[in-house]
């Protein structure tokens, strides 16, 4: 293998090109210290201690340290490894690693999402959130099945919390709640059905 390019990313990373594709991100120091430099030649051996000794470790630590800040799913932990420039083999070991010591679990993550945002959010909006990280749509169907509160109660707790009684607003003040709440995601027979019951409660 030739390394054929070295490109720096910032005032500490470089992207190494081996064979004219792209092989790793690594620091310039350990460029250095490991005599990397273009056109040089790359040994099979060298590659995959760079891989065992660097860069799984790095990818672990950086897979914690995402999942530190906030919980995420598998998909999301993959992006931004893939986003950092790791190899697709150092990424699935990462990922496998993971998932053994269910540091990433899609199912738990899915049903905590539910029981977070469900009581702000309705369902679609939370099935939209959770496909878009990446979230198997089974496994969101699951969540939503067995964590998500009916959406009345949402619905309610949300009207009462912006607006009190609906039956004290005017037409054009009634038809932008409405239209809130279905921007949120709520279907109109539900918005419809709530509001009804808390005008009646009001009387």
Not at 106 to 135: C, I, M, P
Not at 184 to 196: A, C, D, L
Request: proline share 3%; net charge neutral.
């Amino acid at each position: 293998m030739t390394i054929t390019s070295i490109v720096p990313v910032d005032k500490r990373k470089c992207k190494v090109f081996v064979d004219e594709g792209f092989a790793f991100v690594l620091c310039k120091g350990e460029i250095g210290r490991l005599g990397l430099a273009e056109g040089a030649n790359l040994s099979e051996e060298l590659y995959r201690q760079i891989e065992t000794e660097l860069l799984n470790r790095r990818a672990r630590e950086r897979s914690v340290d995402l999942l530190k800040a906030s919980d995420k799913s598998e998909s999301q932990i993959r992006s931004r490894l893939e986003e950092d420039g790791f190899p697709q083999p150092v990424i699935d070991r990462t990922i496998a690693l993971l998932k053994k010591h269910r540091y990433v679990d899609d199912e738990a993550f899915a049903r905590r999402y539910v029981e977070n945002g469900g009581t702000r959010k309705s369902r679609r909006q939370l099935a939209y959130e959770l496909r878009q990280k990446g979230v198997d749509s089974e496994l969101v169907d699951e969540a939503l099945r067995e964590a998500a509160p009916p959406e009345e109660e949402t619905v309610r707790r949300l009207v009462q919390k912006k607006v009190g009684n609906p039956g004290d607003l005017s037409r054009e003040e009634l038809q932008k709640l409405y239209a809130f709440l279905g921007r949120k995601g709520y279907s109109y027979e539900v918005i419809r059905r709530v509001i009804g019951e808390i005008c009646d409660e009001y009387q």
